[in-house]
Structures are given as C-alpha cells and as structure tokens.
C-alpha cells in the first residue's frame, strides 16, 4: 500500500514538473516572437529628395470623390465645426431676435434740408470700368524658364534639414538590438513627436509590428526595408496626385488656392504658373487677395517673369468680384488655366471662412472649378491639421501643396492630413527659389526621411 501511494506521488509530481515546463516553453516561444533581434546597422546614405519625373498635369473636370481610405477618424472629435465661435461652449444657448417697437420720430422736429443748387459742382465724367482690371506684362519681362526636369535635379538634398530626429530615431531604435515592449513604446513615443498623431501612430506601429515578425526579419538593413515599406503603404502612394490644371471641353482648367496667413499662397501660385508656361501653356493669374498690402503687386511680379496676364482690382475691392472677372476674362480669351489666388485667412474666423466659400460660388456661376489647392506651411504640425479639417469642409479640398519642407518641418504632418482628409499631397515647396517646386512622391519623400 504505501508503495502504491509514493508510485502515485510521484507520477503526480512528474506530472506537474512537465505541465510547468511545457507551459514555460510556450511563454518563451511567444516571447521570443513578440521579441525581435536585429544585428547590425543600417547603412549610411546621403539624405535626398529625388523626384522621378515633373509634376504631372491633367485635364480639368472633377471626377467621382474617391472612397475616404480611413473610415475611423478619431481626432476630429471634440473639434468646432464651421460656423462654430471657438469662444463660446457648443451647448451654450443661442440669442434669439426681438422685436422691439420704436417711437416714430415728429415729423416736423427737424426741417428738411434746402436743395444745394445743380449747378454748383459740375458733373465727374465716369472713369472707364475696363481700364483697371486687366493688366498685361511687358514681353521684355519674361524670363526663361527651366524645364521641369532640370530643375528637379537641382533640389536634391533640399529636404535633408526637414528629416529632423524622426527617421534617424526610427532607424536607431529599429536597429539597436532586441525589441521588447519598452522599445515598441519608445518607437511610438518618436512617431507622435513627428506629428503622426494618435490613430496613425497606433496603425503603423501595429502593422510594423506585425511585418517584422511575418517577414522573420533579423537584420538591421531589412528592419530598415520594412520601415520603408509602411511608411509608403501608409502615404497611398495609389492616389491620383496630378494637378487638373489642363483645358477641358467646356473652357480652361480653373484652380482655386486658399490657405492660412503666411503659408506661401501667392508664392506657389506664382511657381504653379511658371511649371504651365514651361510646359507650353497659356495662364491667367486672378488676384483675389484684395486684402494684403501689395498682394497684387507680388503676384504681378511673377506673372511679369513668365509672360502671363493678370486680372485685379483696387485694394480693398470684392475678392468674390475680382475672382469672377478673372475667370469671366480667361474664358474669353480662352487661355488654358485660370490661377485665383485667394487672401490669406485665419480658420478661426467664421466671417473671413464664409467670404472664401462666397469667392468659390461665385466662381462657379462663371465656371466649374477644377482644383482647390490648400496650402499648408509643414513647420506648423497639428495646428496645420485643424486649418486643413475646417478649409476641407468650406471649399470641398482636391490637393494639398506643403511649403517650406526645406526647414524645421517634422514630416509626419504628410502622413495625418492624407489619413485624415483623403486627399493627396500634390507638390512640394521646396525652397525660396522660383522653380523650387516640385510633385510629392511617396517612395521619395519616404527615402528622404530614413536615409
């Protein structure tokens, strides 16, 4: 008997010790696939941004809006929306109109002024109306123009300042060794620094995840692949970013540019109008920008440099106005592309908001318009993201143009407004130069940052 009792001890002893190694075996398998080991390191490029061709221009008309790539869009909960007073709570109540009776004045209090006599001041004779809007460059103003290829090569290495910290982190902590649990959260840490923002921080850390692990990835030069990878699946680089600035059946290409204080508006509308000389076509510039002190003038100035008109009127003049006679001009003269370079405006304030989607409709009893480009300053982050969520929902966005990638920019912000918004990143501002405008591409943009 007592032998039988240490046989079963024993067997239920032996049995426990294997039901604990098998399940510290298990622990240690999936450890060690959530676990990656990367040897080496990532080899050492030159940071460039090559973009493998010009930008390219289509025909006018606006085709059927494409699917939204991301139905989650968490961020923009909690924000005001158009027409909202970021002053005042949204479950605040609204005034309501009274009416309040008013005494009716005597009649009789005050006498009716005596009738100056006619003659007094002699008649004004009317100033010409058409002698203001339309103005034309002198020929000996025009400047030759670099063709788009050439000067693509001469932008090469431009966006290595704008790289900041966010690739080479990447890359470091990629490539430092094994990645555990600290060293996901660090990665995350690094890509909402770069302005990724929360959703798109949690979509490619979860995918870069999951690729490492199913590609077996041990190298640091095949961390770096995959990085690559995600970041340019995440960029959808399958959208159409060709600029609709080609005539069409029913007149010119109209391209409407709108944008915050200070972003580069006129100024890329100036680069836009000399990639279309360059390639042969025939531009008006309209200058809605009535407000700004020689905004006119500045936009004068570049269309001097290429040989195109403008159409403008007197400071402080209707931008709605000035933009319907911009484009009433370039249907009759039937040029190839209209350019409406809209005031600089603040997307806090609603009156400025209401007066751009006027200048859009008014617009558009003249003719459809083609493209609205929203330029974006790249060194303004999150804030540059709500300014693209309430322009997006006045002016129904085509196109973003990202200026002044050639500083302090992050990067990241690229990755968030495309998520965000659904609409493509066209081109690049690139520097202060006349021709330092180029197409975004993905795969480039992406190198740019990781080498």
């Not at 609204?94 to 002699?122: N, S």
């Not at 060794?177 to 909402?192: A, N």
């Not at 600089?344 to 859009?360: A, C, I, P, Q, S």
């Not at 002044?404 to 495309?418: E, L, R, S, Y």
């Given at each position: ?55 390219s221009l289509a025909r006018g008309g606006r085709p059927d809006a494409p699917e939204h790539p991301v139905a989650d869009r968490t961020e923009t909960d909690g924000q005001p929306a158009v027409g909202d007073d970021a002053a005042v709570p949204r ?361």
């Amino acid at each position: 008997m007592t032998l039988v009792t240490t046989t079963t001890v024993i067997l239920i002893i032996v049995a426990v010790v294997v039901v604990l190694l098998a399940i510290l075996a298990t622990g240690l398998i999936l450890a060690r696939r959530r676990r990656i080991s990367i040897t080496g390191k990532p080899a050492e490029k030159p940071a460039t941004y090559q973009a493998g061709g010009g930008i390219s221009l289509a025909r006018g008309g606006r085709p059927d809006a494409p699917e939204h790539p991301v139905a989650d869009r968490t961020e923009t909960d909690g924000q005001p929306a158009v027409g909202d007073d970021a002053a005042v709570p949204r479950d605040a109540g609204k005034p309501t109109i009274v009416d309040v009776g008013l005494p009716e004045a005597p009649t009789d209090a005050i006498p009716a002024p005596a009738e100056p006599p006619t003659d007094a001041i002699p008649a004004q004779a009317e100033p010409p109306t058409d002698a203001l809007p339309v103005q034309t460059a002198p020929a000996t103003a025009v400047e030759e123009i670099a063709p788009a290829e050439g000067r693509l090569e001469r932008l090469r290495g431009q966006l290595s300042r704008s790289r900041s910290a966010f690739g080479q982190s990447l890359l470091g902590l990629l490539g430092a060794g094994d990645l555990d649990e600290d060293s996901w959260t660090d990665v995350e840490d690094t890509l909402l620094l770069a302005d990724l923002g929360a959703a798109t921080t949690t979509e490619i850390v979860d995918t870069l995840r999951d690729e490492l692990s199913r590609r077996g990835v041990r190298t640091a030069q095949e961390a770096r692949t995959v990085l690559r990878d995600v970041l340019v699946t995440a960029l959808h680089p399958d959208m159409n970013r060709a600029v609709r600035a080609l005539p069409h059946d029913s007149g010119p290409a109209v391209i409407l540019v709108a944008g915050v204080n200070g972003t580069g508006k006129t100024t890329t509308t100036g680069k836009l109008a000399r990639v279309l000389v360059a390639d042969g076509r025939r531009v008006l510039l309209g200058a809605a920008d009535t407000f700004r002190a020689a905004a006119a003038d500045q936009l004068q100035t570049w269309a001097d440099r290429v040989g195109a008109e403008v159409v403008r009127g007197k400071e402080g003049a209707d931008p709605a106005a000035v933009a319907f006679d911009a484009v009433k001009r370039g249907v009759e003269t039937k040029v190839d592309t209209v350019l409406v370079d809209t005031a600089g405006r603040l997307h806090t304030k609603t009156g400025l908001m209401d007066e751009l989607g006027k200048v859009k409709r008014v617009v558009e009893k003249q003719a459809k318009i083609d493209e609205v480009l929203l330029v974006l300053d790249a060194t303004t982050g999150q804030n540059g993201l709500t300014q693209a969520r309430v322009f997006a929902d006045l002016i129904d966005v085509t196109g973003i143009v990202l200026t002044k990638m050639d500083g302090t920019a992050k990067g990241g912000i690229v990755f968030q407004v495309q998520r965000e918004l659904g609409v493509p990143v066209k081109l690049v501002g690139l520097g202060e130069g006349p021709d330092d405008l180029a197409p975004f591409e993905p795969g480039a943009f992406v190198d740019a940052l990781l080498n």
